[in-house]
């Protein structure tokens, strides 16, 4: 079985996979990983990934999944502002949903309320039972091994997820192939030309190198979907306030851990950091709009329609 994962699929292309530009700018990162960047179409490619088992390690940390447990809530209210009607336009009795990457069945779920038969796809098996727990068939695949049920399937997923692999190519035109003829294709990912990827530098929580190979742009993105057999239907892009919050606690958290301060005052003074950071997010909700209409926020939301 092909996995995500594999630690032996490395790219040494010295040309981008996308425009077949060779002019990039490089980040480098504290833990010797290598970050390349197209200046043409601003897609990037994560050189020198760590290995496969370290990758995967990520998933096993409670820390993480139980931020997803957070963000559920939020990325419910996002759905439900991007999709009102349930991306249900010219869905036909009896076919599925399949997302990639299920995680914990949030999409699914949501999907299912809406009316739709859901698939889910995960490489963890940990997740694939949670997913089953939920009353949502989910298999354990890699997005490699996408192949399934071809011709009954009205619209692909990738929530957070695409970014995941090496060839992002491969995979979208075995989405194509599984996909009904004008069958739908959903992407959400990383904005890699963001205002805030280009403030926060290597700072930037979204670049991730431990599990991210590669790093879209709105450009990239819409030339991959093109080359791959897709239209571009629409593309938005949307910010994450959260995330920011999270990033202040955890600098707030390190600072107090280095001064030797007890774990209670940590906590006892976490209000003081998160009510003015959410006050200001509040107040910024305008810009935060108005941004998202830039095409600049931290994410794209891609839909795309198998072409002709
Ligand atoms: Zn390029």
Known sequence: MDSEWDPNEKRNDPRCQICGGSCFRDKEFRNGARLRLCRACGFGETILAPE?????AIYEDPAVTQRWTRLEEIRRREWERFFPDGL????????WHVDVGAGHG????????RGWTSLG???TPRFAQRVRERGIPCV???????PICPGKVSLISFMDTLEHVFDPGKVLRQARDVLRPQGCLLIRCPNASSWSARLLGRFWPWWSLEDHRVHFSPQSLHVLLEQTGFQCVSMRSVEEPSVYTDLAIKAFSRGCH???LPRRFDFGLRPLILLPLRLL???????QRWLEGTSRAAALVVTGRVQG
């Open 52 to 56: 496969a088992d370290s990758a995967r």
């Open 88 to 95: 249900r336009e010219g869905r036909k009795p009896g076919d």
């Open 121 to 123: 796809m995960d490489l």
């Open 140 to 146: 354990v695949a890699s997005m490699l091994d996408l």
């Open 258 to 260: 280095r001064l030797g």
């Open 106 to 113: 949030d999409f699914c779920l949501w999907m299912t309320q």
């Open 281 to 287: 997010f509040f107040c910024l909700r305008p810009f």
